[in-house]
């Protein structure tokens, strides 16, 4: 059974946000599963605020995982390596 759509593959973020007394390590844990089931090319901070406009729970631990993956999301990432020397 497909439970998801493009923005929540497998619905996990729904779920996190119907689980009464759910704690904010274990919504941090949903949301390592939810980003890992998200396709490596897609815009995770578009996703994440679409995540956040369908589930408007304020005081929600899953809310406040996603507003600091959108933080993170934004944050420039050093690259290191190859990759990160310049030619």
Do not use: N
């Not at 593959?9 to 998200?38: H, N, Q």
């Not at 956040?52 to 993956?69: K, N, S």
Request: hydrophobic residues 40%; proline residues 7%; contains cysteine.
């Amino acid at each position: 059974m497909h439970k998801g759509d493009a923005t929540d593959p497998k619905g996990l973020i729904a779920e996190a946000f119907k689980i009464d007394g759910i704690t904010y390590e274990e919504c941090r844990s949903i949301f390592l599963d939810w980003a890992l089931a998200v396709p490596v090319d897609a815009d995770s901070p578009t996703l994440i605020r679409a995540l956040l406009d369908r589930h408007p729970v304020a005081g929600h631990p899953m809310t406040q995982v996603l507003t600091e993956g959108l933080s993170a999301a934004s944050a420039p990432k050093r690259r290191g390596g190859w990759k990160g020397r310049r030619s």
